[in-house]
Nanobody, 115 residues
Framework: QEQYVESGGGLAQPGGSLRLSCKLPRTILSVFTSASMGWYRQAPGKQPELVATITGRNTNYATSVESRFIISKDNTRRTIYLQMNSLKAEGTDVYYC???????WGQGTQVTVSS
């Protein structure tokens, strides 16, 4: 069974930055290297929003985060990252690491942007 270890959430001020990490320690390297991964976020009472995906070197972003967020993948560390810059004061979201092929989600890490 795959394991997703997410970290990096917390409190940030508007305009600030945070970097989320999601490690898949039990995933075979070859599987991880070819995996399509992404990050969802969900605000209380709202539907999840897919904010970024990465497949190989190809990345895609939701319009709401484009030019502010950067998704990356370190295959040797079996880890994906989400660098979030110019954060907006949108309250609290839970960010989930996601693997597309098996529609599997991590446990989530909470991000609060507030002054």
């Amino acid at each position: 069974q795959e394991q997703y270890v997410e970290s990096g959430g917390g409190l940030a001020q508007p305009g600030g930055s945070l970097r989320l990490s999601c490690k898949l320690p039990r995933t075979i390297l070859s599987v991880f290297t070819s995996a399509s991964m992404g990050w969802y976020r969900q605000a209380p009472g709202k539907q999840p929003e897919l904010v970024a995906t990465i497949t190989g070197r190809n990345t895609n972003y939701a319009t709401s985060v484009e030019s502010r967020f950067i998704i990356s993948k370190d295959n040797t560390r079996r880890t994906i990252y989400l660098q979030m810059n110019s954060l907006k004061a949108e309250g609290t979201d839970v960010y989930y690491c996601w693997r597309q092929e098996i529609d599997c989600w991590g446990q989530g890490t909470q991000v609060t942007v507030s002054s």
